[in-house]
């Protein structure tokens, strides 16, 4: 028996010592992180631009409404998914050095469609451990040079290839299954669901960096194609092109600071869940940043969450604590003092799956300001949660 | 003009500022990193193995082998560049992390050949940053699933896709291109570099995780088919499957203490750099990891450094500073108080390219077990030392 095997039949006998283990939590090095600058290309299809014009573009513009110079980024991480099967380009880290005259150290986060706040996050302990001082934060993907079938395939990369690939799942496919699961289990129905994809599509008609910025009715998303069933294709979000940027910096100041960075994971496999209407690692992700920040779900203006499928909207609505088991959808259907989405989420945006984690954030940090609100949360998630960042920012005018 | 343009220009009117700009280097967060357990799997084809299996394999050996069950684990970090194209897995970091029973936030980290010790690297912040305090860094690859013009081509994402790729290139090419340039500048001859592959084998000869154990004769390197002129196959290092892991913890201890570890970066495309029979990277990280270890040069005994080509090694023996510029060779020609990749090297124990940087770590503690010596050094680089990292291990008995 492999030791692995031996410590988790040990692990089921104590499951008390384990709940101990884990309540345990680590205090880490404190230091005051400020978003410094930020920028993006618009999230669409840029097929006059490569992935390195995509990354220079948010770095340009990101580097220019900074209070500080290129030559002040310590550190560059990149956050990148696909770039080794849409563009025969890994090293991503490095090639993004490689646009400034001083080349720092550089590297490349990849944790699916999570990418971008892992990389934040991964930024906040480089900061934390005085390795840097100022480092940019880049996310990017170029996802609309090949085919859709090559797309979905590479998708499937955020899945298990022996559990999931094997049986012939795609993502569209996975979220349909839990989508029919929980419509199963909580009764919602399809015509709900329709509302979920029009209010992001309603939001994003006030977002210049949208890659879909036309409103849509609620009916036209079940008369939209069928995907994998209940989905249809106004549930899912799009393939994009887009790269987003932030400078992360404990030198330099702004308003903008970074109150909680938390990670948290669960088995890739849905095969391997006890439910698939839940997903633990959102909860752990924020149970983490409420503690981390200090503050209660209450205190959170807006809230940027990861809705790749309509269903996913839904279920983080719950997992993050803003709705009751089952009546997600009501976070759509009722007034509600949070903002969710207010960009148009990943639905309307566009979701470069490397670059959204960040964009995020940069919404975040636009919709404090025009609301003159104190904190907004953002939540990023990899595969079908199986990795999940929850980043809460504050804003001190 | 975008702002790097700008940037660019006022750099090159101010090269003195820059400068020290460099020199003022930040002091991090000091904590005391041991290195508490470790594991491999030998380096080979492991047809019967799948990706998954490989990281099972080693992750238990180095558990199994540290003063900590795997519920100390905090963390997982995951060293991998190939498996979207060689798998199509992506999200190593979730996967990893799924195989143990509490499921610890993890992340990938992808930087080419160098993964495995920006992996390293990266633990180390999240150590200092107290986010964690035991860290398993994993890296694998699963190389010899697809055939040579794939893998030549998948190894062609660590270069620039916009200038390397498009001329033609490959790594042996781009290798093969540094050695003709050596060989005009200092007069290297054939035969002389025949004796670095000669010599990575004999010493693999002692190792039994070594892909080729089997001596050669220096004068069969130049009688092996011809890969990109002036290199032979032999010169090459090979196509490999593997993996290895280790244990970075501040709260278990261990004789072994990582004194040092950093990072630098330099141009992707070897068209923009200055020189390519020298690589400025190593130079930086060296000088750095000197630095951070408040060692001199002199005091490490064992070196594991990255000789991706025969070329490579004559190279890094001059950047490390072991040899004068062009005398490199003379580390494999004449008897020296320093041991130079004893492990047989990336040439004879095969290289898995998420797994190098971490298997050279293991490598190093085991020299250092062995002869009862004080220091011992990891190189490691990825592209054409686009990205490399160093890592200074102390053995305290």
Redesign the interface.
Known sequence: M???AN??SW?NLTSNL?YR??SSE????QRDIFLIGSGQTRFGEWWHM???DLV?KA??TS??NAPC???DI?MVITAN?????T?????????A????????????????CASGS?AL??A??????????TILVLGVEKMTDVSSEQIT??L???????KD?VPGLTFPGIFGLIAKRYMYEYGLKREELNIVSARHHENASKNPNAQFRSPIAPESVETSPLVADPLHMLDCSPISDGAAACILSTKYKSPFQLRAST???????IT?RESITSFSATKEALEKALKEACIRREDIATIEHHDCFSIAAVINMEDLGFADKGKGIECYTKPSSHTFNASGGLKACGHPVGATGIKQLIDVRKQLEHSQSRYGLAHNF??AC??CCVHILEYTV
Not at 81 to 85: A, I, Q
Not at 156 to 162: F, L, P, Q
Not at 263 to 269: Q, T
């Open positions: 492999s030791p692995t410590i988790l692990y384990y283990y884990q680590l205090t880490h090095v490569s992935l390195q220079q770095m340009d580097i220019e110079t290129a030559l310590d998914m696909l770039g080794e099967l563009n025969n380009q890994a090293h991503v880290g490095a090639l050095s490689a646009l400034l005259p001083h080349k720092p150290p550089a590297l490349r986060i990849e944790a699916a892992v996050h991964t906040c302990a480089f900061l934390e451990s005085e390795r840097a001082e395939r590479a499937m990369g955020a899945s298990d290839n022996e690939q990670l948290a994971n669960d088995a890739v496999s391997d990899g595969g199986a990795t």
